[in-house]
């Protein structure tokens, strides 16, 4: 079963702090890998996305790593800042289709503390 | 920040009212699609679309049905709407042409069905 599961579901941080989230999938055949931003209220907006032949992609204070060999991601965020916090979902593309199905992760709940 | 607009934001009816979601983007985008998120959850495509007059179900089930009669315009329609429809309700838009796909999402919609 085509699945894509994050990690921690939430993170408190204090502003300043680096942190790095997680995301595991078992989508095959595999396409692409996205990671988005939303915010509390909106929609998701894309930070980064990253093929087969990409280990590592920055987007400025956001890295997303890809081992496509274990499939695993990871976005690291450096110096958070308050308005980081909102949910970061991963989402995976396959090839299986015309459509490129997406497999959308629940999220990480990041908040960033004063 | 992505060209697509929803209306209205936010929505507070009473069981079996009709009602339509709007849905539009001045992206000239292809494809567009709708989908459905209750909080803390995944992402569920509930409807898609390549272009005019192209309308398919997507992965979950929906009640709900859409059409596509101009490029910019993908509605959302519930007939009879039903306090289990409450959800946040996500339309995206997305270029064919582009070689790395990827999905603008609007702001949602926000219903309450009572």
């Known amino acids: 079963k085509n699945q894509v599961e994050q990690s921690p579901q939430s993170l408190i941080i204090l502003e300043g702090k680096n942190c790095t989230l997680q995301c595991n999938y078992t989508v095959s055949p595999f396409s692409n890998l996205r990671w988005y931003k939303q915010d509390t209220g909106r929609g998701p907006v894309s930070l980064t996305i990253m093929t087969f032949s990409e280990n590592t992609k920055s987007n400025g204070r956001y890295t997303a790593t890809l081992d496509a060999d274990t499939k695993q991601s990871s976005l690291h965020i450096t110096a958070s800042q308050l308005s980081d916090s909102a949910s970061y979902i991963c989402?995976?593309?396959?090839?299986?289709?015309?459509?490129?199905?997406?497999?959308f992760g629940r999220g990480t709940q990041l908040t960033v503390w004063p | 920040e992505a060209d697509i607009y929803q209306t209205p934001r936010y929505l507070v009816i009473g069981t079996g009212k009709k009602i339509t979601l709007e849905c539009s983007q001045t992206?000239?985008?292809?494809?567009m699609y709708w989908y459905q998120q209750d909080p803390g959850m995944e992402l569920h495509l509930i409807h898609y679309s390549y272009g005019v007059n192209s309308t398919e179900k997507g992965d979950l089930s929906s009640e709900s049905t859409v059409s596509r009669i101009r490029t910019e315009h993908f509605p959302l329609t519930l007939e009879s709407a039903r306090p289990s429809h409450t959800s946040q309700y996500l339309c995206?838009?997305?270029?064919?042409?582009?070689?790395?796909?990827?999905?603008?999402f609007g702001p949602g919609t926000r219903l309450l069905v009572l």
């Open positions: 992206m000239g985008h292809d494809k």
């Open positions: 995206a838009s997305s270029a064919k042409k582009e070689a790395q796909e990827t999905q603008y």
């Open positions: 989402v995976v593309s396959d090839r299986g289709s015309t459509l490129g199905r997406l497999y």
